[in-house]
């Protein structure tokens, strides 16, 4: 093997498949700044983005009561999610935190998309009665903002909007570890603020962390 054939296997080997959601539901936002900004960085570094876009998503939010047994059939823009998410080796979401938890339309996504038979087993149950999850190896990303500081988060509110992604959301169906980016406040930063989160954000786009 030449040493020129070896260093593009090695890029290759080094590069990350990445599902990007921008889980904001407005059109402009930070949240959606953020997300763009890792793209490009992630992009400009080699590794395969596929990028979704809440605002842009049209999907009825509502799970309704057919239950798991009978759900309604997914749109086109959440069985591309799904089939992204199957995809991908590492998920990054961005998302504000609202009233102490993620938007409505975010949630909305979630029980609409994670699905029996696609993200997790209620066929096969551990020895606690969970379901084994089917999205297992991969890793995720979270870009949370707020205008509670993250000290506070922790002190005050127990990192509660953290447990549920980490834990009762993404590692529910087996996209683990969570790592969690803050940046607080986010109501109205001033811009050179923004530059330095932004500048944080590149640095774990280049290395798809």
């Given at each position: 093997m030449t040493t020129v054939?070896?260093?593009?296997?090695?890029l290759r080997m080094s590069t990350r498949k990445i599902i990007l959601l921008n889980g904001h539901p407005g059109r402009t936002s930070l949240n959606k700044t953020l997300a763009e900004t890792y793209r490009a960085a992630a992009e400009k570094a080699g590794h395969e983005v596929r990028f979704h876009d809440l605002a842009e998503m049209s999907f009825d939010m509502d799970f309704?009561?057919?239950?798991?047994?009978d759900p309604?059939?997914?749109?086109?823009?959440?069985?591309?999610?799904?089939r992204d998410l199957e995809w991908a080796e590492h998920v990054v979401l961005t998302t504000p935190i609202w009233w102490g938890a993620i938007p409505a339309k975010l949630k909305g996504a979630f029980d609409r998309a994670l699905l029996p038979g696609?993200?997790?087993?209620?066929r096969k149950l551990s020895a606690l009665g969970l379901p084994e999850p089917m999205l297992t190896g991969k890793t995720a990303r979270v870009?949370?903002?707020s205008d509670t500081p993250p000290?506070?988060?922790?002190?005050?509110?127990?990192?509660?909007?953290?447990?549920?992604?980490?834990?009762?959301?993404?590692g529910f169906v087996g996209i683990k570890p969570t790592r969690f980016t803050s940046f607080a406040p986010a109501s109205h930063p001033e811009s050179s603020r923004v530059g330095e989160w932004c500048e944080k954000v590149r640095a774990l786009g280049a290395r798809a962390a």
């Open positions: 054939t070896f260093i593009r296997l090695e309704g009561e057919g239950g798991f047994g309604k059939p997914l749109e086109p823009d959440l069985e591309a999610l799904v696609r993200t997790f087993n209620t870009l949370l903002t000290v506070f988060l922790r002190l005050f509110y127990s990192n509660a909007i953290k447990k549920i992604l980490a834990r009762q959301i993404l």
